[in-house]
Every structure is written in C-alpha cells, then in structure tokens.
C-alpha cells in the first residue's frame, strides 16, 4: 500500500476514533442541557476563539507552513527544517498572546452586538465568561497545532491523528465529571460529580487542548525536535511561509465568517436553534473529517513534493485520484444517510420528536453539501502545494459575501434552516469553480464524468432499495431499520465503484 493511502487510513481510523467520542460527549451534553440557551451560549462563544485558533494554529498557519517545511526538509535536512520551525512557532505564541489579550477586552463587544445579538441579557453575559476562558485553550492551540503540521511535514501522521481523541477525551472529562450536579452510574460505579454545570463543559475544553499538546511530544523526540528561542523573521524561509500565510489567513477569517454569521442569524430564531445547527453541522463533519479532511491531509506532503520537484504528471494523477475516490465515497454517504437518519437521532440525542426533526432537517440539508466540502479539502490544498494562495483567497472572500446575502434572504424564507441551505450551497459551489480553475491549469485533474455517472446509478439504485427495506422491516426497532439498511446500502455502493475508488491506493 503507497504512503498516501496508508497515511489516510491511519487518519481515517482516528478521525473515526475521535468522531466516535465526539458522539459520545455530544451524547452526554444533548441529554444534560437539550436544546437550551445555556447550550447555544455555549457553542456560539467558541466561535471568535474557534476564529483565533484556525487564523493563527492548526488552520491558516499550518497549511502554509507544511509545503514549505517539506521543501526545506527534502532539500537541506531535518536541522534546517526544525529551525525553520522554531521561528514559526515563536511568532505564533506570541501573535496569538497579544491577540487575546485584547480579545479578551474587547469580549462584551463582541458578544453583544457580533455573536449573539438576539440572545437574552443573561445568556449574553453567560456568552462572554465562556469566551474568555476559551482562551486560554486558544493560546495551548497556537503550540498544539503546530505541533501537528510539523510532524505532517515528517511524514508522520499517528500522533497527529490521535491529538484530536485526547482533546474529545479532555471535553468528555468535563461533562461526565464537571459538569453534572449527580454523579452518573456507569457499570456500577458512581462517578464523582462538581455541579459546575456548563462552566465544565468549558474547563474540559482547555483540558482537552492540553492533552491535544502533551500526547504529539513523545513524536516530536523521535524527530529530534530542537526548540531555539529566536525569532529570524528576515530568513529567506520566514518569508515564504509568511507569503504563503498572509492570503491563508485571510482565507480562513472569511471561512469561519461562516459560524459567525451561522450563530449571529439563528440567535435570534429561539431556543435551541444555534445548537441545532451545530449538531446538524456536527453529524455532517463525521464522514466530511473521516475522508475528506483526513485524505487532504494525507495527500499535502506529497503532492507539495511532486509539484516543487518538477513532476506535474504525478501530481495531476494524484489530485484525480483523490477526486475520483470521493464522489465514489461521499455521494452515497450524503444520500443514504439522509433517508435513515430520523430514528438514529431520536434514540442518540433522546430529544422531543419536534427538537429530534429540527437537529434531522438540519443534517440532511448540510449533508448535501457534503461532496463540496471534501471536494474542497483537495481543492484548496492543491493551491496551497503550489504555493499559489490568492486563488483560494479570492474564492473564499466570493464565497463568503454569497453566503451572508443568501443566508439573509434564505433564513428570513425558511427560517434557521436557511442558514444550513445557504452553507450547502456555496461551498459547493466554490469547490467546483475552484476544481475547473486547477483543470484548466493542468489538464485532466478534473476528468471525473464517468465517476460521477456511475456513483449517482448506484445511489440511486441503493436509495430505493433503502426505501423499501425500511418500508418492509416493520418488525424491526426503527433505529435498527435504519442502522442495517443505510450501512449495507453504503457499503454495497462502495464494493459496486471499487474501481473509482483503488486509484488512490497507488498514490505516493
């Protein structure tokens, strides 16, 4: 099996790990503070942190820092590449310190009148203790990230996929433990419980981010990481990655733009409605994370290589490979999931049938952007491995003035699922433009017809079958219909596109 496809699976297997404690500690939450404002106060108050993290750790920083520490890593060896590093590293503790500092001073402002404007006093007042003590996990993030991309750049991808599960472990921690007021019986044994209510579910968020750190060090020793404490912002190394890094950044403020808008509409749809949308985003990103986010991740290194080193045949098959392997993947998880998805929810979240039809519609309507989204997990990357950033910029700023303007009329229309429609529909949009841009720049990156024909038959073909199994298998529990017929439709399509989906096996 080639680099590539090993490397995914591994990061597959703990994107799955992680998706599956994510689950549980959405499980724990849903059924201790349902579709509560404590809980919207909760999830939107991440946002502006979530903002900082992506701009300056794990998001924007990363991915322009990977290309060209694999270039300095292949060309003038691991020392260089380390000390490389180290700048970077300084200058994003610091960066992210200054940031939060004044973030922290500025919080009530932001709250009130950015994040959730239409939310009661009390729950904006909730809103803004929670945000600051995001923070400190923030500034943990802006080490922890780039701890990841530096073993990504090694070809070293195990700790980095684990990192996640630890910073899920951290978030279960503080809503069994934290959280709750009686402690929870689990085989037996009672487990203790501080009462802190949703503050802990916030205390297990900066444990989470610590564990995320602590369990990447044993990796980076293997690697001989050696820290230096300087700054060498005029390198020639420096600058490229802070090319690199400028339109990312920009990239990634227009990206998350997107929760902010998302939270700052459905604040003012009632009770529950920002937690809708995040648990319908949720359900999405467990197969979004698991291929198309692990693949890209996977697929960075290398095809940064061949496109430096000359070899654009390679990487022109690697990206169509990568393509090819998710329309084969994607598009039966979007459609089939969708159809079995009411009874799964209503026996995972235990919510009242209209609250359990909210969080569905929810899910169905960002699952069918799901395509897009892992389409574009390939898409930007492959702007990013030339180190060509602007185009991915350009689309995100077009994408993200779509979305507000079509979220505006959309939620007004159909009101908090208008946001999720509006999500779907220009992300998918931007991964397709941005596919046809890299097309028209190498031929043939983009020559998935045939793929794309052959995986809507089968789906199709799965879709009625689905049908009528669930219409035929009354003597069944509901949820158990729909767990046997969706994971049997999903897995029969899969075996039926193998040929579409081998390709990416062979990828270096």
Not at 119 to 124: A, D, N, T
Not at 318 to 334: E, H, V
Request: with cysteine; hydrophobic share 60%.
């Amino acid at each position: 099996m080639k680099l590539v496809a090993k490397s995914s699976l591994i990061i597959a297997f703990f994107f799955g790990i992680n998706k599956i404690l994510g689950f549980v500690r959405q499980l724990f939450v849903a059924r201790q503070f349902q579709l509560s404002y404590e809980l919207d106060a909760f999830n939107a108050a991440n946002n502006i942190p979530d903002l900082l993290a992506a701009l300056l750790s794990g998001g924007a920083l990363a991915i322009a820092l990977i290309p060209v520490l694999t270039e300095t890593l292949d060309k003038q060896g691991r020392k260089e590449a380390w000390q490389l590093f180290s700048n970077v590293l300084n200058l994003a503790f610091i960066v992210t310190g200054l940031i939060s500092v004044i973030l922290f001073i500025v919080t009530p402002f932001f709250i009130n009148n950015i994040v959730v404007p239409g939310f009661p006093q009390e729950y904006q007042q909730l809103s803004i203790e929670i945000m600051r003590l995001n923070l400190l996990a923030v500034m943990t993030f802006s080490i922890s990230g780039l701890f990841m991309a530096g073993l990504q750049a090694n070809r070293h991808f195990l700790f980095p996929a684990i990192a996640p599960a630890m910073y899920n472990i951290g978030q279960i921690f503080g809503v069994i433990i934290l959280a709750p007021a009686t402690g929870y019986t689990i085989l037996g044994i009672t487990l203790p419980a501080f009462g802190l209510g949703i503050h802990g579910l916030v205390y297990g968020v900066i444990l989470g981010a610590l564990l995320h750190l602590l369990i990447q060090v044993p990796a980076l020793i293997k690697y001989r990481f050696h820290w230096e404490p300087k700054l060498r912002l005029r390198s020639a190394a420096i600058r490229k990655v802070l090319v690199i890094l400028a339109p990312r950044i920009a990239t990634m403020f227009f990206i998350q733009l997107f929760y902010i808008v998302r939270d700052n509409l459905a604040s003012g749809m009632g009770e529950g409605a920002v937690t809708a949308l995040n648990l319908g985003w949720f359900i999405m990103q467990v197969p979004e994370a698991m291929i198309g986010t692990a693949l890209g991740i996977a697929i960075l290194p290398s095809i940064s290589s061949a496109i430096m080193g000359g070899r654009e045949p390679e990487f022109i098959k690697s990206i169509n490979a990568a393509l090819r392997a998710l329309f084969a993947i994607t598009i039966p998880i979007a459609v089939l999931l969708s159809i079995g998805l009411f009874p799964l929810v209503e026996l995972a979240f235990g919510y009242e049938p209209a609250d359990t039809q909210r969080v569905v519609l929810a899910s169905q309507v960002y699952l069918a952007g799901l395509v897009g989204h892992a389409l574009l997990e390939i898409a930007s990357r492959a702007f990013y491995a030339k180190q060509k950033p602007i185009i991915p910029l350009y689309a995100a700023i077009l994408n993200a003035l779509s979305y507000f303007l079509l979220a505006l009329v959309l939620s007004n229309w159909f009101g908090f699922i208008g946001i999720a429609i509006s999500n779907s529909v220009v992300f998918t949009a931007q991964a397709i433009i941005m596919l046809f841009i890299l097309n028209r720049q190498h031929k043939g990156i983009f020559a998935v017809k045939k793929t794309i024909i052959k995986v809507f038959s089968w789906t199709a073909g799965s879709a009625l079958l689905v049908y009528l199994f669930l219409s035929q298998a009354a003597f069944l529990p509901a949820f158990l219909q729909s767990a046997i017929a969706v994971t049997a439709s999903i897995c029969l399509c899969w075996w039926l596109m193998r040929h579409e989906i081998s390709p990416i096996l062979d990828v270096q």
